[in-house]
T-cell receptor, first 114, second 109 residues
């Protein structure tokens, strides 16, 4: 158990809808990362937050947004959903202290768009 | 961050050591080498990381060449549960982590 909690585990919704994925980082971790993994693509980095502030952006679509709250949990919002958004969405957290700290991943949310 | 090159797939006999290579010829002095694995559709699992020196933990050993242009992850006694995709990643400080295609390791009885 990595200590990173993602909810829900599974989500089925229709095209055009909006969903929110939630992530609780490990205790003490200040940084949160979001990744997308679809069948035909590998793990794609979406966005990183550190202590509530956006730190880095990857291939995140404009229809997607995220935030990190004062209690350090994070939410990924996906709107105007398309069939191609069906994927596993992973959250990871790290301490983000000096030097290099590993990312620890949750077990993901499986999103199915029908 | 530097790019990495890994074999697409490898096989290993159960009980034998699995040696997974990774090339990172453009690595810079401050970039760390990380290894993760992903079993089926679970979240990637952290294995080990290092900068220059060889590292060992309860899961694996990481051997980094002196010029740091390549590394090898060693699973000393592979079991069937080690069957997974293994990712070698080069990362600068606490930047985000970018995953490549990895090596699909199959441990056979």
């Amino acid at each position: 158990d990595s200590g990173v909690t993602q909810t829900p585990k599974h989500l089925i919704t229709a095209t055009g809808q909006r969903v929110t994925l939630r992530c609780s980082p490990r205790s003490g971790d200040l940084s949160v990362y979001w990744y997308q993994q679809s069948l035909d693509q590998g793990l794609q980095f979406l966005i990183q937050y550190y202590n509530g502030e956006e730190r880095a952006k990857g291939n995140i679509l404009e229809r997607f947004s995220a935030q990190q709250f004062p209690d350090l949990h994070s939410e990924l919002n996906l709107s105007s959903l398309e069939l191609g958004d069906s994927a596993l969405y992973f959250c990871a957290s790290s301490v983000f202290d000096r030097g290099n700290s590993p990312l620890h991943f949750g077990n993901g949310t499986r999103l199915t768009v029908t | 961050d530097a790019k990495t090159t890994q074999p697409t797939s490898m096989d290993c006999a159960e009980g034998r050591a699995a040696n997974l290579p990774c090339n990172h010829s453009t690595i810079s002095g401050n970039e760390y080498v990380y290894w993760y694995r992903q079993i089926h559709s679970q979240g990637p699992q952290y294995i080990i990381h290092g900068l220059k020196n060889n590292e060992t933990n309860e899961m694996a050993s990481l051997i980094i060449t002196e010029d740091r242009k390549s590394s090898t992850l060693i699973l000393p006694h592979a079991t069937l549960r080690d069957t997974a995709v293994y990712y070698c990643i080069v990362r600068f400080n606490n930047n985000d982590m970018r995953f490549g295609a990895g090596t699909r390791l199959t441990v056979k009885p």
